[in-house]
Structure formats: C-alpha cells, structure tokens
C-alpha cells in the first residue's frame, strides 16, 4: 500500500477525534470545529462533575495530587483543540515546507523517505490504538461490565489519553519525517566518502594518489555543490523543526508535567496495594501499570524523538570530517556546513524554553519522581502514625 494511505488514515483519526485541522473549507470546516468544540466542552463536564464527585478521606495533599490530573487534561485538549480551530495555516504551512524538502531528494532516495515514513505511521499507529484499546477493555472488566460507570470513567480517563496521545504524534511524525531527510544526507555523503577513494587493489603510484582521485571525482565541482545544497537544506530542516517546536511547545510542557504528576500519583497508589494487598482489586492495579506505562510512555518519546535530530547532526558531522578534501572550494564549504551544524548541536532544543528535549533529562525526571513519591509515603506512614495514636492512647507510657 502507498505510504500516503497511512498517513491520511492517522490525519482522519486525529480529524475525528477534533485534534487535527480539517483539510476542507466551508460547511464542512465549521462543521468539524463545532464537533471539536463539543468534544473538548463534553471533556472538561465530565472531569469537573468527576472532581465533585470525588469524596474519598484521604489527605488534602494527596487528593491534590490525585485531583490535578482532570485540570491537567483539561488545559492540553484545550491546547489542542485551539491548535485544530485557529492554527490551520500554520499547521498547513509546515507540512508544505517539509514536502519541499523532500521534493529536493533524487527519486529513488524521494521514495525511500516516504516508504519508511510510512511504515513508521503504522507502526505507532497500531501501537497507540491498541494500547489505548487494552485500556479500554481493562476500564470495562474493572467496573464489571456496568455501562453507566464505564461510559463515565472512559469519557474522562480514555478519551482525553488517546486524544493526547494522538497530539504527541501530531508532533513526533513530522521530527521524524526530518530525521528521515538527514539520514538520507548521510549515507549520501558516506556514498561520496567510498567514490573518493580508488578500488581495492589499485597501486598507489605516491602518498598523494588518494587526493588526486578525489579531485577526479569532485571534477567541476560536483562534490561542492552537492554538499552546498545538503547544507541549504539542514538549515531549512533547522527552521522548520523550531517552528514546529514553537507550536507545540505549550502543548509537551503541559504533557510533560501532567504525565509527571499521574506518574507520581500512580506510583503512590501501587505501592499502597503491595503494603496492603487486596486482591479484588487486582485489575484496578493492572489499569494503573497501564497508565504509569502510558505516561512514562509518552515522557520518553517526547525526549527522544527530538534526540534522534541531534544525534543525526552528529553523524552528519563524522562522515563531513571523513571526506577527502581536494580543493580550496570543497574544503570552504565543508568547513561552513561543518560550522553550521556545530552551532546547532551546541543550541539545545528546548519546549518554551522550559523543558530541554533530550533524553538526558529523564535524569531530572526520574529525581522529581523519586521525591514526589518519597513525600507521599512519608505523609501516609505520618497518618497511619497518628491513627495508631488515636486508637491507643490510653496504653501510652510517658517518660
């Protein structure tokens, strides 16, 4: 099947789930910013009603904690849906800029960035929707098939998960469709590195045989241009992708954060099951395994997908470095490119200049979570402490 097929198959589901910008005018425009309208007005009802619901004894801190992720959904399908209605022409604008990058390809490099791009949007595809599917199912089994209770549970839990999720692909398929455009760049550089050199076998006539056969290869300038024009490209690739972080930047803050914190309240919860085990509730902490993967899920890939453009960067930087230099033009533009990239690489990709996009940073994560979590334990034992106070007081021996 065409690569385009799975593409517009993934834009159709982000159209219907009112996260994405309809691609026609008129009627059926108004008609999906109304639907979108109404899916984000049914999202935030449905999480205030839960909120008021909410009346289980447990300390105020906690059930803050617990209580920010329906505020936290609130705001990013809020993020998304204004990105939907309003930001049509800049959503449009990006996506022509990245197919003009790509016209730019030779045909048969052309059709192998559309072949993977599309085997890696049914990839993810059919891996959210069946991650998002078993939740689903879960959500069911654990309400024991009550239609009312499940509907309701979903409708705040399920639907604003997979719309979000959704969003993170909005942004991550494009990084990658760039990704895919650098990578090609390099193995066309390493392509050149391999013509520079003469064949296996060949007798050096002198030390300089290596260079006056890369000057053959690069006669009229070939090699020069070729690199010229990669370097005019990477910096378009460098535009588009802050544009493209410029626009979705609030929306991973605000996904990064939420996840952060149901991390932590997850978390919290499943080691209260392990200290006391009831084993009724066994699919309830299968659920919350599910969402801690989700969310834990979702901070990785935000990080790492912008780290594949750096480390691309980098390898683009090695095999400039390899090439044969043979003439003063070749090595200007070579040292240009290499500047170029260097500058770069040194600009770390930040989300509204919060949040730095690199798996490195999972470190801080990982040390917010740990404190989060450690804070909560320390107020439950406090609690159970006091409780135990309440309940013995009389058999207290004082000193």
């Known amino acids: 099947m065409d690569s385009s097929y799975w593409e517009n198959l993934l834009l159709t589901i982000n159209r219907f789930f009112g996260v994405y910008p309809s691609g026609k005018r008129g009627v ?10 109404f899916l984000l007005l049914y ?14 004894e447990i300390p105020t801190i906690e059930k803050l904690l617990y209580l920010m992720e329906f505020p936290g959904n609130m705001t990013t399908i809020a993020v998304l849906v204004y990105y939907a209605i309003l930001n049509r022409p800049l959503a449009h604008g990006v996506e022509f800029q990245i197919n003009c990058i790509i016209s730019g390809l030779k045909g048969k490099a052309k059709r192998q960035v559309y072949k993977r791009q599309g085997q890696r949007t049914l990839h993810l595809m059919v891996t959210t929707t069946a991650f998002h599917g078993l939740c689903v199912l879960v959500d069911v089994v654990n309400y024991k098939f009550e239609f ?13 998960a997979i719309m979000m999720s959704l969003g993170v692909l909005q942004y991550a398929l494009p990084v990658h469709f760039l990704w895919l455009v650098l990578d090609q760049m390099r193995m066309c550089l390493k392509e050149l590195k391999l013509l520079q050199r003469p064949p296996q076998g060949t007798t050096k006539l002198d030390a300089r045989y290596e260079s006056a056969f890369a000057a053959l290869v ?23 992708h802050n544009k493209y972080l410029s626009r979705f930047g609030p929306f991973l803050v605000l996904n990064l954060v939420n996840s952060l914190i149901s991390i932590c309240v997850e978390f919290y919860l ?6 006391t085990p009831l084993w009724e509730e066994t699919v309830l902490m299968v659920y919350r395994l599910l969402w801690m993967a989700m969310h834990g ?18 390898n683009l930087c090695q095999v400039l470095n390899e090439l044969e230099v043979c003439s003063a033009r070749l090595e200007r533009t070579i040292n240009r490119f290499l500047l170029q990239l260097q500058r770069s690489i040194d600009q770390p990709l930040e989300a509204c200049g919060i949040v730095a996009l690199d798996t490195r940073s999972l470190g801080g994560f990982i040390g917010v979570l740990m404190a989060i979590v450690i804070f909560l334990i320390q107020i439950g034992l406090g609690n159970k402490s006091l409780m135990g106070v309440a309940l013995n007081r009389s058999n207290w021996v004082y000193v």
């Open 28 to 37: 059926l425009r108004w008609s999906h910013s109304l639907w979108s309208l």
């Open 43 to 56: 999202i935030w009802i449905s999480s205030i009603v839960k909120c008021q619901e909410f009346t289980t």
């Open 148 to 160: 009312s209770t499940t509907w309701s549970s979903n409708s705040v839990y399920n639907l604003p």
């Open 218 to 240: 690069d006669a009229g300038g070939g090699s020069a241009l070729m690199i010229e024009e990669m370097r005019s490209a990477c910096n378009l690739i460098e535009l588009v």
């Open 270 to 275: 499943i080691f209260n099951f392990f200290e």
């Open 297 to 314: 899920g979702r901070i990785w890939f935000i990080l790492a997908v912008n780290e594949q453009i750096l480390e691309q960067k980098c």
